[in-house]
């Protein structure tokens, strides 16, 4: 009896993992979608994609390698997972690492909003604004799901948890630091490729993003309960596919 409750037990371990990290993945969908509407809206990106969206046009004009905007924001969080270890040395938990997959995953999904996202063409000042606040709320909505997911944090916020352990400064102040510090480094990356500031990459749109974004998961991670019930959701995965097949096999006999 104890043997099957133990395999239950460690079934049911198995099955939440799965769940919560597919529902990671569609929080990841959404924050990028967010972002990819940023970027399309010409009026700047959000702040963790400064950098990758200035070094993807540097590759575009054969200034640098040419990579995607996405294969640029998985080397840049590669970068920050090293940078935490560094600062926390031995007080880096190995769970941690799992943030290069994250980072991965992020990556990817950012380019594949960038593509469904390329009809998108933002030719008056209206439909910037329209594209860059809807982009937000998206990315907003994003983060409130991704919170609430509870996996290990992506490497953005993992290397302001990183300096806020190390210094014992406040987190709302450190995040504020590493956010202006992308900023700057973007804008120093624009005028070394370029010799102008680049203000498709870092403009009004991304000093919005930093200021509304936060301001909206506040408003909406209180609405977010309903999420929290579906994280707890465990769909019966070999009920539907018994149904299915048991309706395939109606279907062709």
Request: aromatic share 12%; net charge positive; proline share 3%.
């Amino acid at each position: 009896m104890s043997i099957a409750i133990e395999t239950d037990s460690v079934k049911e371990k198995i099955l939440s993992f799965l769940w919560q990290h597919v529902l990671l993945t569609v929080s990841l969908f959404i924050m990028t979608f967010g972002v990819a509407l940023s970027v399309r809206s010409g009026l700047g990106s959000s702040v963790i994609s400064t950098i990758p969206f200035v070094m993807s046009l540097a590759g575009e004009a054969g200034r640098a390698p040419s990579l995607t905007i996405g294969e640029y924001t998985y080397l840049m969080n590669i970068l920050l997972v090293v940078l935490q270890i560094l600062i926390l040395r031995r007080r880096f938990q190995m769970v941690q690492l799992f943030q290069l997959i994250i980072g991965f995953l992020f990556g990817f999904l950012l380019d594949m909003n960038m593509w469904l996202t390329s009809p998108i063409v933002c030719d008056t000042i209206i439909a910037q604004v329209i594209v860059q606040l809807l982009g937000c709320v998206v990315l907003a909505i994003g983060i409130s799901f991704e919170i609430r997911c509870g996996s290990v944090t992506m490497p953005g916020e993992g290397i302001v948890v990183a300096i806020n352990r190390a210094t014992g400064r406040p987190f709302a102040k450190v995040k504020i630091g590493v956010d202006i510090s992308l900023v700057v480094i973007a804008v120093a990356t624009g005028y070394l490729y370029f010799g102008t500031w680049q203000w498709q990459v870092v403009g009004p749109g991304t000093l919005i993003a930093m200021i509304f974004v936060g301001a909206a998961v506040r408003y909406i991670d209180p609405k977010m309960g309903w999420f929290s019930k579906l994280l707890y959701y465990r769909p019966g995965f070999r009920r539907y596919v018994y149904g299915l097949a048991r309706y395939i096999y109606r279907r062709f006999n």
